[in-house]
Nanobody, 125 residues
Framework: QVQLVESGGGLVQAGGSLRLSCAAS????????MGWFRQAPGKEREVVAA????????YYADSVKGRFTISRGSAKNSVSLQMNSLKPEDTAVYYC??????????????????WGQGTQVTVSS
């Protein structure tokens, strides 16, 4: 089993930055694709960014391109999401996810096997 724990959420003003981190335990996730999703009140969970096992391939939702950066830790057992130029519409609970899939990025929530508990990001205007 893989346990994922997110950290780094909080309250920030529009235009500010936050860095989310996701640490894995229980099993190494160096061969797992990982992703960040978010869910705002009354909305469906949506993919924000995803990365393949090696970090060589990434995906970003159009709404965050140029503002967010996903990266893997040096041991590939963690993943981070650097969020810059935050907007009020980025307010949501952000979740880290992992799935054993070594080739490509995975952008569909239903394909992920492991999820963190989520961390709240609130952007004030």
């Amino acid at each position: 089993q893989v346990q994922l724990v997110e950290s780094g959420g909080g309250l920030v003003q529009a235009g500010g930055s936050l860095r989310l981190s996701c640490a894995a335990s229980g099993r190494t996730v160096s061969s797992y694709a990982m992703g960040w999703f978010r869910q705002a009140p009354g909305k469906e969970r949506e993919v924000v960014a995803a990365i393949n096992w090696s970090g060589s391939s990434t995906y970003y939702a159009d709404s965050v391109k140029g503002r967010f950066t996903i990266s893997r830790g040096s041991a590939k057992n963690s993943v981070s999401l650097q969020m810059n130029s935050l907007k009020p519409e980025d307010t949501a609970v952000y979740y880290c996810a992992a799935v054993y899939y070594t080739i490509a990025v995975v952008t569909t929530a239903g394909r992920y096997d492991y999820w963190g508990q989520g961390t709240q990001v609130t952007v004030s205007s």
